[in-house]
């Protein structure tokens, strides 16, 4: 008999550990081991008892990732999935209470939504640098060996489905899909839904190489207790279901909060969680944003609305985009705060503008939010994620 009640308070324990032991590290190296150190803790079987091979994977997609850094303005995807991962924990712990589609009243129904999220969240971006590597490979020439060689290459990801049991994987996920839709369709609809998931599976696979369904397909592989199968397969699909905005299907058409709360939720968080990420230098023409001037201020979960709130250093962006800052006069910097307040809200707005598209909140009569202030706390908008 599993004591669920002791598993979640191990959980607790054991993210107040790494948040002390992240506080005080210094160095990427340092903070990197610590997040390893922690995600293994998670692994073990006082906490999530994932399969074994789950932090061993994460390791090595840390030591993979480094290459990465080669390209202009690449984004951290590391330490990135321990903070989704940390955002969701908090958001579903409110949820939990404040969400009644959830149906989490029972600790053990919360553990295996919590294992599930935590298995989705911290794999989610497992296989980037696959989906990264057409554009890493036409670079190492010119970059690395100081070469002029165009070298042009596309690589094929058609073994992906026949590999293993990748089919049988796919039969799986489009099932976990169907099982998750909602109760008023009928058994010819949801037949056809089921086909129609398949198929937009294989061109993000095939066609797109998104990294999601990668991912989603190679999950259960990984060697999981039959206890935990369908808690897999759930975590799969989330993952494959993150990028789903980026190429919503049109029989699949808009899929609800309600009844794909994890995917939503992974989706929301990925977007949200831009605080921190070490950016690799850039290229002429293109800016980043500075380190230090983006961090997270809070999220805030009522009965009706989910909220994240990025704290913008404005005035810091503005000296960062304008270096003769010292020399302009007071109306002339505050015409420039102006300007980068809305370029930061804009910004955010692009990411954003697709998901409304893909997701709804269908019966969860609940809205996800987006919002920026300033180091002050004063607002810059508020982008309605899920409405």
Not at 31 to 53: K, Q
Not at 136 to 156: A, C, K, M, N
Not at 185 to 195: H, N, P, Q, S, Y
Not at 202 to 218: C, F, K, M, N, T
Request: net charge negative.
């Amino acid at each position: 008999m599993v004591d669920y009640e002791l598993r979640l308070e191990n959980v607790q324990n054991a993210l107040k550990s790494i948040a002390e032991r992240l506080e005080f590290a210094r160095g990427e190296e340092e903070i990197s081991e610590c997040i390893l150190g922690g995600v293994a803790g998670l692994c073990n079987e006082s906490c999530f008892e994932t399969c074994s091979r789950m932090s061993e994977v994460f390791r090595k997609f840390q030591r993979h990732e480094g290459i990465l850094y080669a390209l202009p303005y690449y984004r951290d995807h590391f330490t990135h999935a321990f903070h989704v991962f940390s955002l969701g924990y908090v958001t579903l712990s409110q949820w939990f209470t404040e969400l009644a589609f959830l149906q989490a009243g029972d600790l053990g129904r919360r553990y295996w939504l919590l294992k599930e999220w935590f298995i989705a969240s911290v794999l989610h971006d497992i296989a980037y640098p696959i989906e990264m590597a057409e554009s890493w490979v036409p670079q190492f020439p010119p970059d690395v060996l100081g070469v002029d060689i165009e070298l042009r290459s596309t690589f094929d990801w058609s073994p992906a489905l026949s590999g293993g049991q990748n089919m049988r994987h796919l039969d799986g996920l489009a099932a976990k899909f169907v099982s998750q839709l909602p109760n008023d369709l009928d058994d010819t609809e949801r037949a056809r839904r089921g086909v129609a998931f398949k198929q937009w599976f294989v061109g993000q696979l095939l066609e797109r190489h998104d990294h999601g369904a990668l991912a989603g397909i190679s999950l259960p592989s990984l060697g999981w207790a039959l206890t935990d199968e369908d808690c897999a397969y759930g975590a799969a699909l989330d993952i494959v279901l993150h990028n789903y905005h980026w190429r919503p299907h049109p029989t699949l058409r808009q899929l609800a909060l309600s009844s794909y709360p994890l995917s939503a939720l992974l989706a929301y968080c990925d977007t949200a969680q831009e605080w921190g990420r070490p950016r690799a230098s850039g290229v002429a023409g293109r800016r980043a944003m500075p380190e230090g001037t983006l961090k997270f201020y809070s999220v805030l979960v009522e009965r009706a609305a989910t909220t994240v709130t990025l704290s913008y250093d404005i005035e810091a962006l503005c000296k960062n985009n304008n270096r003769n800052w010292g020399a302009l006069r007071d109306r002339e910097k505050r015409d420039r705060i102006d300007e980068q307040r809305q370029s930061v809200f804009t910004d955010l707005e692009q990411q954003t503008s697709g998901i409304p598209k893909a997701w709804a909140t269908g019966t969860a009569n609940h809205s996800l939010r987006i919002r920026a202030c300033d180091v002050n706390g004063e607002n810059i908008g508020v982008l309605p994620f899920l409405v």
